[in-house]
């Protein structure tokens, strides 16, 4: 499932096709994704330009001139490929041997640009979906209304995870997984994150915030390697689906090497640790963790 990282390099492969283009025409190659397409998709989409194209969590919002808003999830295994026109330089091999390797019956949904463009959203499991709503309303849109914060976004630091995990029992992995306080942020992410910060994903979230409420140490720290974290994983392309296509319609998937993610087993990757990497389930999801490094007693750290 592409997670935060990796709907933020589509979002940024996608932008400069996207951005200023005008749909020329739209192609449905069926009723419905994981839900059914709008009310006149077709129409409304048809003839509008698109003004900028961003992400919010894991959703790409397109704005248009229309007013409205072309909302994108990806759900578990969508993708989107991009065939430049003909007579466009950049268009590269990478594009060719792409479209022969892929299966044609699972391109749901071909837009083209007024430049002759063509992005083609292909999804083999279907869980992707498109929306639209008004652009002034989109805070307040079903899809984002009950979203908790940005973690790229400047919101997040340790005063905010104290405020929105103070009380809480709840493990600290769940906290962090809950995305009505933090938007977007995955498994594998938590994991990595909650091993650099040392800190126990079974201990209470609570403990994140002090005895006045304030930020304590280990909030402000993971905060800061929550979003290092994320940028790093950007940086890199992204990683958790092995044939998860760059939106650049270059072939594969950055393989990014984690820290604790999937290595159940072995030896911890910090320095001078003799600990090794264990796996514990919570909430019907795997945890990788050190229980040296992460050892329960240095939450207040
Ligand atoms: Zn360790």
Redesign the pocket.
Known sequence: MPELPEVETVCRGLAPVLEGAAIARLTLNRKDLRFPFPPRFKARLEGKRITSLARRAKYLIASLDSGESLIMHLGMSGRFLIVRAENDLRTTTADFQHEAGRLLQHDHVVIETEAGDRIIYNDTRRFGFMDLADSAGLAQSRHFKAMGIEPLGNELSGETLARLFADKRTPLKAALLDQRLIAGLGNIYVCEALFRAKLHPEAPAGSLAGIDGAATDAATRLAAIIRDVLIEAVEAGGSTLRDFAHADGSLGYFQHRFRVYGREGEA???QG?A?TVTRIVQSGRSTFF?P???AKGRIRA
Do not use: E, T, Y
Request: net charge neutral.
């Open positions: 911890c990757a910090a640790c600990g050190c040296i490094c992460q």
